[in-house]
């Protein structure tokens, strides 16, 4: 159901786009989120968007993440700026839950300091 591509590595204060394609024919009805998993950690929520695009922010990213999605594409997006070695993570989209879509592969994002 999910492909998530766009991660890579950056220095400390750098900037990534994640993006997230979607096959579900009902994605415009659905409210998304990204999530990030690192390495001996739960995986957490990033952020939210609603079908109509109000986002809501996990507190330790905002004022530097962006979530957006188009409709017409199936396609949600990540722009994440002033990044932190701390966010280093595989970065996943799905729904916010209870119920979800199975896992994608995600996507690696490496911040080096």
């Known amino acids: 159901h999910l492909d998530e591509s766009g991660g890579g590595l950056v220095q400390a204060g750098g900037s990534l786009r994640l993006s997230c394609k979607s096959i579900?024919?009902?994605?415009?009805?659905?409210?998304m989120a990204w999530f990030r998993r690192a390495p001996g950690k739960e995986r957490e929520l990033v952020a939210k968007?609603?079908?109509?695009?109000?986002?809501d922010y996990a507190d330790f990213v905002k004022g530097r993440f962006s979530i957006s999605r188009d409709n017409t594409k199936a396609m949600v997006y990540l722009q994440m700026n002033s990044l932190r070695p701390e966010d280093s993570a595989v970065y996943y989209c799905?729904?916010?839950?209870?119920?979800?879509?199975?896992w994608g592969q995600g996507t690696q994002v490496t911040v080096s300091s």
């Open positions: 799905n729904l916010p839950g209870p119920l979800q879509y199975p």
């Open positions: 579900s024919n009902t994605f415009s009805d659905r409210h």
């Open positions: 968007i609603t079908p109509g695009g109000d986002p």
